[in-house]
């Protein structure tokens, strides 16, 4: 297995031995530790160097292919309907597809019969966190807490905890 340290790297047209020739002859202001790691991270030897700016959307937008790849040779059928993209399928069930992209992601981290397959990450549906403050609607308690909290983050939690009213719990109002 050849040392990743001796690779030889290429960088606007001049070949080096390895990355440590190239830091020692173009003196980048990116640290060696910098330098490897976008390596790992699959950025061109341009961008690693510091010597061209990484675009961000491409990156996102490179993510985003490849967790569509992954799923892509599986076979997309839910409630016996045949789809020939995750995206295709979350249409019909009004899903976002990152919603079913990311309860996908989560199999990684689950025993095998606590996994999502496609169709149940299609058709479940997604848990309505809102809630309701004084006539107005909040996507979840945490967000009402941020919007209109009057007591710290601890007390606000602890009375939570306690099964107060939202309404005590924000300290929008005292305790019965």
Not at 148 to 167: A, D, H, N, P
């Amino acid at each position: 297995m050849p040392d990743s340290n001796k690779s030889p790297i290429i960088i606007y047209g001049k070949r080096y031995s390895s990355i440590s020739e190239a830091i020692e002859k173009l003196k980048p202001d990116v640290p060696e530790v910098t330098i490897r790691a976008r390596k790992r991270y699959k950025w061109t030897p341009e961008e690693m160097f510091g010597f061209e700016k990484r675009d961000k959307r491409k990156e996102k937008s490179e993510t985003k292919q490849k967790r569509q790849r992954i799923f892509q040779d599986e076979e997309i059928v839910v409630n016996g309907v045949k789809y020939n993209s995750i995206r295709e399928a979350c249409d019909d069930y009004d899903i976002k597809p990152a919603v079913v992209y990311n309860r996908l992601s989560q199999n990684k981290k689950k025993p095998l019969n606590k996994q999502w397959t496609i169709e149940t990450a299609i058709t479940t549906p997604v848990m309505d966190r809102s809630v309701v403050v004084n006539g107005v609607k909040y996507r979840s308690a945490n967000d009402a807490f941020k919007k209109i909290g009057k007591v710290s983050f601890t007390t606000y939690q602890g009375r939570r905890e306690l099964g107060k009213r939202l309404e005590v719990c924000l300290g929008l109002e005292d305790d019965d």
